[in-house]
């Protein structure tokens, strides 16, 4: 009688280390991923998203909405560095940057990061950490999508505030609420973002209490 052969099968273990285990983090833990920057072209703008920490208070309100503008006054031309737009929101910041030397990109977003940090916790009266993990960078390759990164973040507004309440017409807390060289932002080098941007004419608009 011919005997069966028994094979030999292999279950996968319970338990121990391997790719994707354990519990994946949720909300401010869940942060963004730390592997490397992709590297990008001068000519290239820069968006980036920077989210604080519970703790430090409604970014919209006056005095932080002053605190903010004034750093991104002092970093203007620093680093190498132009913020050409910016907008405000409830717990997070969004700018889009020029950088004349990639290489030059992450220490000048940590310097903005350093005097934000600074003026927000003066602010709150506290200390400790105001941004609770790493920026978010999307690097803006092609006029479409500068086109979609500009809109986005001078209407972001829109997407976080009730009807009832978000500011009509430009958002007051947004570099679509400044004009001229007195300004936190500079004006654009790239040509992805000047032929987006036209000078506004007129005086320097009225700013309204972002409340």
């Not at 031309?77 to 990639?102: A, C, K, T």
Request: with cysteine; proline share 7%; aromatic share 6%.
């Amino acid at each position: 009688m011919k005997r069966m052969k028994q094979l030999e099968l292999k279950l996968p273990a319970r338990g121990g280390k391997h790719e994707g285990a354990g519990r994946k983090p949720k909300g401010d833990k869940a942060g963004v991923s730390h592997l490397r920057r992709p590297q990008f072209k001068p000519r290239h703008p820069v968006h980036v998203t920077m989210r604080t920490h519970s703790g430090v208070g409604f970014l919209r309100g006056y005095s932080r909405k002053r605190a903010i503008e004034n750093a991104l006054r002092e970093v203007k031309l620093r680093f190498g560095m132009r913020v050409v737009h910016y907008s405000i929101q409830g717990n997070h910041l969004h700018v889009i940057v020029e950088v004349d030397d990639p290489r030059m990109f992450s220490p000048a977003i940590q310097g903005l990061a350093i005097r934000l940090a600074r003026a927000l916790n003066r602010i709150a009266g506290r200390t400790g950490k105001v941004f609770p993990d790493r920026f978010h960078s999307h690097v803006l390759e092609t006029p479409r999508k500068v086109g979609n990164a500009v809109r986005y973040v001078l209407e972001n507004f829109r997407h976080h505030l009730r009807e009832d309440v978000a500011p009509q017409g430009v958002d007051p807390c947004s570099s679509a609420a400044w004009s001229g060289d007195d300004g936190p932002v500079s004006s654009p080098r790239t040509w992805l973002l000047r032929r987006l941007v036209q000078p506004r004419e007129g005086n320097h608009p009225e700013i309204a209490d972002c409340d």
